[in-house]
C-alpha cells in the first residue's frame, strides 16, 4: 500500500502545471505588493494630512484692522500690531485670499490669535508678508500623539500628554506664534527643554501669562501618554529639541479629536 501512494504523489507532483520564470516572477511580485499594503495599513494612518491653508507670515504694518468682510467698510474682528511684547514680530496664518483683477492677492482671510478660539477675519494683503507653508504638525488628542510632517513626508511623530478633563486641549487649527528656551528662566523649567507659543487659548495652562495652549517638553516624561496637562501639550525633550529648529514660526499646527 505504502508503495501505491508513493507512485500516487509521485504521479500528482507530476501532472501539476509549472509556471514559466516570467509567470513566477510576476506572482511574487503581486504577492509582495500585497504584503506592502497590508504592512503599511496596519501600520496606522501615516498619510499626510491636508491643511488647506495660503501660508504664514509677519504682519508688516505698525497696525491691521482685522474685518469681517474683504471690504475697507466691513465691521473689525480684531486689531492686531506689528509687534507683541519685547518687539517679538507678530504672526498670522492665511486662510484663504481675495484676488484682484490682476490675479495678485488683495485680502487675506486669517485665523485671528486669542480668545475665543476660531476666530477669522479679513486683513489687506499689503499689511502681511504671506509665505507659503509646507510643515505641519498634528496633534491626535484622543490617541495622545504627535506627527511632525514635511510636504508629504512624516519627520517625526511621538507621544504626548494632553489636558486633562476641565481644561481639555483645544481642538482646531492653530499656528505656530512665538519659541523660547524655558530652561533660561528656571522659573518654567517646568516647560522642559524648549517651547512653542500657539495662537489657541485653554481654560488655564501653565504658561507664562496664561491661558496660551504651548507645545512644549517635559520634566516627567512618565506622563506622556496621559491627559495630565492644564491644556498644553507636553513632548519628550527629545522630540521637542528635534523640532527646536526644523519649526518655524507661522507653522500650522492641527489639533484634532
Not at 485680502?107 to 486683513?123: A, E, I, L, M
Not at 509646507?134 to 519627520?155: H, M
Not at 523660547?180 to 522642559?192: K, Q, S, T, V
Request: hydrophobic letters at 40%.
Amino acid at each position: 500500500m505504502r508503495a501505491d501512494m508513493t507512485a500516487a504523489m509521485k504521479r500528482d507532483h507530476s501532472h501539476r502545471p509549472k509556471l514559466a520564470p516570467a509567470v513566477l516572477a510576476l506572482t511574487l511580485l503581486v504577492a509582495g505588493l500585497i504584503a506592502g499594503v497590508t504592512s503599511r495599513a496596519e501600520a496606522g494612518p501615516n498619510r499626510a494630512p491636508q491643511i488647506d491653508v495660503i501660508g504664514s507670515g509677519p504682519l508688516v504694518w505698525k497696525q491691521v484692522v482685522v474685518r469681517s468682510r474683504p471690504t475697507p467698510a466691513s465691521p473689525r474682528v480684531a486689531v492686531l500690531s506689528q509687534f507683541r511684547g519685547n518687539y517679538r514680530p507678530q504672526y498670522v496664518l492665511a486662510l484663504a485670499q481675495r484676488l484682484d483683477a490682476e490675479g495678485l492677492p488683495s485680502w487675506y482671510r486669517v485665523s485671528v490669535p486669542g480668545r475665543p478660539n476660531g476666530r477669522k477675519g479679513w486683513v489687506r494683503a499689503e499689511a502681511v508678508d504671506i509665505k507659503p507653508v509646507e510643515k505641519r504638525l498634528i496633534v491626535y488628542r484622543g490617541t495622545r500623539k504627535f506627527e511632525f510632517w514635511d510636504g508629504k513626508r512624516l519627520v517625526r511623530a511621538g507621544k504626548v500628554a494632553v489636558g486633562k478633563s476641565g481644561a481639555e486641549t483645544p481642538l482646531g487649527l492653530f499656528y505656530v506664534t512665538w519659541k523660547f528656551n524655558p530652561r533660561i528662566d528656571p522659573e518654567w523649567a517646568i516647560l522642559g527643554a524648549y517651547a512653542f507659543e500657539t495662537s489657541a487659548y485653554s481654560r488655564l495652562t501653565d504658561w507664562p501669562g496664561g491661558g496660551i495652549v504651548g507645545v512644549h517638553g517635559t520634566p516627567w516624561p512618565e506622563l506622556l501618554g496621559q491627559a495630565v496637562s492644564h491644556g498644553c501639550v507636553r513632548l519628550a525633550n527629545e522630540n521637542i529639541t528635534f523640532l527646536r529648529s526644523r519649526v518655524p514660526l507661522g507653522t500650522p499646527v492641527q489639533i484634532v479629536r
